[in-house]
């Protein structure tokens, strides 16, 4: 029985095996397939748009304001109580306000690639039940699992198993599963999390992000966006 199937993790491809004939002689190259895992809130998920809005209609950011999650977060934190006040902000975003999140640009399109050539997907995150300042107590995971149900992409055109979703408590939860999954590439919006000392080696680290960095300075490689993470993994990887 497959390995991946008795962990709950739906099956890919078998490896591709290629015959090399040179000098009268053949050699086998086993080609085992891509195990690309990937995060969830910023990385699949937009909220940057989610974040404002609901900032102006708590009265925290002037109704004139214009900027992403990252601006958003910076204005709050200026306020008295502003740290708290965030991240009360984060817990309405994470709950309630997903159902008003955007996919991000270019990640359906990846998953069509993925299947297309034979790749496992995973998804992993770190996302606990509840959020810490959400008096309504709404289930953040249950939340999730609405919103990517909502946009077919648990369907079976859509390229991602529910078996291969997973949400763990905490960050070392999240890179011992990274690790247990045998991730070959890891996808995430933070940098924090490819950079940490308790992060799988072996796994090509692809950060999400549009600011310009020194790349030589970094643990991981960046990618702007889908579209980009696609030809790293798949024609430069």
Known sequence: MDQRAESGLAPGRPPKVVLIDG?????????????????????????????????????????AFVGNKQEVRDAIRLLPDGELAWQRLQGQVYSKGITEAKMIDGFEAFLRRCRAEGCATMVVSHKTEYGHFDPDRVNLRDAAWRWMRARGLLD?????????????????????????????????????????PGFPPGVQRILLSDVVRTQGLMPCIVCASWRDIGEQIFERG
């Open 156 to 196: 079976d055109e859509g390229g991602l198993p529910a078996a291969n979703v997973f949400f763990e408590s905490t960050r070392s939860e999240k890179l011992a599963r990274i690790a247990s999954l045998s991730c070959t590439h890891f996808v995430d919006d933070l940098e924090e999390v490819l950079s940490d």
């Open 23 to 63: 000098r009268g002689e053949a050699a086998v190259i086993v080609m085992m397939p891509k195990r690309i895992g990937i995060d969830f809130d910023n990385t699949i998920v937009a909220y940057d748009e989610v974040f404002c809005a609901m900032a102006k209609r708590s009265g925290l950011i002037d109704p």
